[in-house]
């Protein structure tokens, strides 16, 4: 076997933060390495600090390790200091549990969480030795893959990913293996046909296998498989039952700080809330929750193992989860935990009940709590459909502050379709109103309102909307500040609305803009989300070269008959579904959460012949978010679905 | 009941940070199921108390770690327990209870014996370069103060140096000759505290090895107390030689 260590040894002496790529975590794979393994390099394409915590590529490397054809390690993108001194040394990228470097290995997968990465993921591949475009690239060089969340629409990295795999990895991930494992002992002969072979493994798309057409006016024609064994689209998977997956079993524990240090159990993945922004509660659905035993012996093993003194319990919107305040209470109960653990909840339910799980949660160290109305206005919160009455967050916010929490942040976005000021200034108008509950119960309440530009996303209702410009987004950002100063106890946060052009650029773009990925990565642009590195200039330069205009694909407005990028690839979704959610959505009217309430077939149950798998027939106890009613009776529906005639997009 | 944990650092993990290491012994602690202590108030604390800092990069087998616990412990395996929790290169060597009353680990030590690998390539003229240190009565060092340059006089805190060949031709420990450096030189420095540490990399930078690769290793630490040099725990008979197959 081979290691890089030596070589790299030396250089650890001159960068920043060197513990980062030592591995040697708790938890750390064992690899062997054999002709007749399949060997994966698991890589994020970002700092290992942000890298190491996620929870997919920790699945996907434990899985493979158990099997007997398959071999994984892990690697991160090296911060800009190694990476310079890497390449003046000659130094490849390499995994960090065995230091081998990457070329060696048959697979590079990437995690795609991110648009703003995409750059990063050719700079790997550029520092594993491998040509970063796939017709470039030998029958023996490795296997370019990429899965998450963006692989939604992968079309601008359809340049460079040999292939791409849509939905939940777990079961793919061995297939795939025993292709690459039979493949690699015959000698690796005939790399396309051998991808081709890949194509027939369902949720597995090909991007070479596919040719994009483009019309007169610069739109997209169509995207059709040029291949007999390429499916016309690919359709994710699915994977019926979290029970039958418990992992990872042993959460890599590191021994250096990165973001989310703690362990992680992941309590149902899917979510039907329904929020018209949200693309991960619209591509990962159905609901399918954790078995609540299952749930408690991945805490307390998983603690006892690590020696971690907080445990998440994760999800999309975990006090949804069947039984929360029964799982909660046994951990937090729990005698082995010394008494001193922590349960912490990524997403708080915005009504008296979430907050009731909090206090439950946080005997002491009552500082902030985090609610996520998302918009200002009622209306709104109807148009996205995140039925939070204000009532609801008053109510929140007023257990929050009399339980003795001294400060409340609220999550809002801006450039949402239809807003206009008076949403706008709705998140000013309601922040004050709780600075003001907050007086009658703390002497200087505070309330820190974070303010992001939205993004579009494929595979959602708002696919079709032009994203707000960047001027504007700034503009509205800027009404809330200064509406926010008159106002005391009132904070405003927000994140620099120049980033999301390209995230919106990358999220609906078209093949067209490899290219662009590639100017920007060779002249210097990684690290893109990271708001010192991110160049503007970069980017729009790189557009202009390619003769391609940013304003036609980020601020434009799609319309219901054009072909879109990533129109062969399925989320399960109904288009038409889709599309009536955005009238629905301009119509300004709700829908219910049909984990509780009847099913308006969006297609993503029927289609995979599998349900949602939910412990409890009836919302959890005062339940009334997502729906705008109290669904505590259950069973009934309780959104009326208005007729009113759906409004035009300009 | 307070005790007093001997441990090693070795190899890979010379890269950790003292807050990683910190953290590491905090999550080692829980693991070995030790009744450790936690601070009062508002967001209560474990009672781990650390020596002098080691810098990122620098190895270790005598480094300090002391432990307040809510009810008394068997000492008996504890090393051992404890080495298990920890990862590949941190190892618990030695463990004792500490009598009420003694001085902490940042109070007690007072002179740090140091082991430099040069390696082969580098070793031209450092051991003149020992000697006019050695000689002379001063060793002026530009340090920054409150963002204004400052002169120190680290000679006074060099308490002696000695040079000896990696080849393998002296008897040297284990510890000091590990290195397979052939044709290097293992520079041996005893380094005062007090009033001021002397950092390894400033004595270094004087003998004009600033740049080069040299791998740094804590060998000792002492209560010097008028020339008897005392160790911050007393050595026991369960003294396991610390494990370097991790140094690499």
């Known amino acids: 076997m081979t290691s890089i260590w030596s070589q790299l040894e030396p250089l650890l002496a001159k960068v920043q933060k060197p513990a980062r790529y030592i591995g040697c975590e708790d938890g750390a794979p064992d690899p062997v390495h054999a002709p007749h393994r399949a060997s994966w390099l698991f890589t994020y394409p970002d700092t290992y600090e942000i890298g190491l915590p996620n929870q997919g590529l920790q699945i996907l490397t434990e899985i493979v390790n158990e099997r007997a054809d398959g071999v994984a390690e892990r690697a991160y993108a090296p911060w800009t200091d190694l990476e310079d001194e890497m390449r003046a040394a000659g130094v490849p990228l390499f995994s960090v549990d065995t230091h081998r470097p990457a070329g060696e290995f048959d697979l590079l997968a990437f995690n795609l969480s991110a648009e703003l990465t995409y750059t990063n993921l050719l700079n790997c591949v550029d520092l594993a030795g491998v040509p970063v475009r796939t017709a470039d690239r030998a029958d023996d060089d490795p296997l370019v893959v990429a899965g998450g969340h963006c692989t939604y629409n992968p079309e601008p990295l359809a340049d460079f990913l040999d292939l791409v795999v849509l939905g939940d990895g777990e079961e793919a991930v061995g297939e795939i293996t025993a292709a690459v494992a039979a493949w690699k002992q015959a ?387 109904h288009r038409d579904f889709l599309w009536q959610d955005w009238r629905d959505a301009l119509a300004e009217v709700g829908l219910p959460d049909c984990r509780w309430t009847p099913c308006y077939d969006c297609g993503a149950c029927t289609g995979y012949s599998i349900e949602h798998v939910v412990a409890s027939a009836t919302p959890p106890a005062g339940g009334s978010q997502g729906t705008g009613q109290d669904l505590a009776s259950g069973g009934a529906v309780p959104v009326v679905l208005l007729s009113r005639p759906p409004v035009g997009v300009s | 009941m307070k005790l007093r944990v001997r441990y090693s650092k070795l190899g890979k993990v010379r890269f950790l940070s003292h807050r990683d290491v910190a953290r590491v012994w905090e999550r080692a602690i829980r693991r070995a199921h030790l009744p450790i202590a936690y601070s009062e108030g508002f967001s209560p604390r474990p009672k781990l108390h650390f020596g002098l800092a080691l810098s990122v990069g620098h190895e270790s087998v005598d480094e300090y770690l002391d432990i307040d616990l809510r009810e008394p412990v068997p000492l008996e395996g504890l090393p051992e327990a404890l080495s298990d929790c920890l990862p590949v290169g941190l190892d618990a060597t030695d463990v004792a209870e500490l009598p009420p009353g003694v001085a902490s680990l940042q109070e007690a030590v007072d002179l740090v014996v140091w082991r430099f690998a040069v390696p082969a390539g580098s070793t031209e003229g450092v051991e003149r370069r020992v000697a006019e240190v050695l000689d002379a009565d001063e060793l002026l060092i530009e340090v920054e103060r409150k963002g204004k340059p400052q002169q120190l006089d680290l000679r006074p805190q060099v308490a002696s140096i000695e040079v000896h060949d990696l080849d393998g031709d002296d008897d040297l420990p284990p510890e000091v000759s590990d290195l397979a450096t052939a044709g290097g030189l293992a520079v041996i420095a005893e380094l005062l505290t007090r009033p001021r540490s002397v950092r390894p990399g400033e004595l270094l930078a004087a003998l004009g090895l600033a740049g080069v690769d040299v791998r740094v290793r804590r060998l000792h630490q002492f209560t010097d107390t008028d020339g008897v040099r005392r160790p911050p725990m007393a050595e026991t008979d369960a003294d396991p030689a610390p494990a370097l197959q991790g140094a690499g």
């Open chain 1, 187 to 573: 000698g690796k002969p005939d790399r396309a046909a051998f991808l081709a072979e890949l194509a027939r493994i369902p949720g597995v798309y090909v991007p070479s296998l596919y040719e994009a057409t483009y019309l007169p006016d610069g739109r997209l024609d169509e995207t059709v498989p040029v291949h007999p064994d390429a499916p016309d689209q690919v359709e994710k998977n699915t994977i019926a039952d979290l029970g039958d997956w418990p992992y990872p079993r042993r959460q890599l524990v590191p021994l250096t700080e990165v973001v989310h240090d703690r362990l992680n159990v992941e309590v149902f993945r899917g979510c039907t809330r329904g929020c018209r922004f949200c693309q991960a509660g619209m591509i990962t659905r159905p609901v399918r929750e954790r078995p609540a035993d299952q749930v408690r012996t991945m805490v307390s093993e998983g603690l006892a193992r690590t020696g971690y003194d907080e445990v998440a319990l994760t999800s999309l919107s975990t006090a949804d989860f069947s039984g929360i305040e029964d799982v909660v209470r046994d951990i937090v109960d729990d005698p082995s935990n010394d008494g001193q653990v922590t349960v912490s909840l990524p997403s708080l339910r915005v009504d008296a009940f979430g907050v009731g799980i909090a206090a439950q949660i946080q005997k002491a160290r009552r500082t902030g709590l985090t609610f996520a109305p998302e918009a200002g206005t009622w209306r709104m919160r109807q148009v996205i459909n995140k039925l939070i009455r204000e009532e609801d967050l008053y109510s929140a916010v007023e257990a929050a502050y009399s339980q003795g929490w001294r400060r409340v942040k609220l999550y809002f976005l801006t450039g949402l379709p239809t807003e206009t000021d008076e949403d706008t200034l709705g998140i000013v108008e309601l922040a004050k109103n709780c600075v003001e509950i907050g007086r009658r119960h703390q002497q200087r309440p505070s309330v820190t309102v974070s303010v992001g530009g939205f993004v579009p996303k494929p595979h959602t209702p708002f696919q079709w909307f032009g994203q707000n410009t960047n001027a504007e987004l700034q503009r509205k950002i800027d009404l809330v500040r200064d509406a926010a100063k008159r106002h005391r106890g009132v904070e405003v946060k927000w994140h620099d609305p120049k980033a999301s052009v390209i995230e919106g650029l990358m999220s609906r773009g078209d093949r067209r803009l490899g290219a662009v990925i590639e100017e920007v990565w060779r002249r210097g642009g990684t690290f893109q989300e990271w708001s010192e590195r991110f160049r503007l200039d970069l980017w729009t330069e790189a557009m202009a070269n390619a003769g391609l205009e940013v304003d036609w694909y980020v601020y434009r407005h799609r319309t219901e008959d054009e072909s879109l990028p990533w129109d062969h690839l399925s989320a399960g979704l």
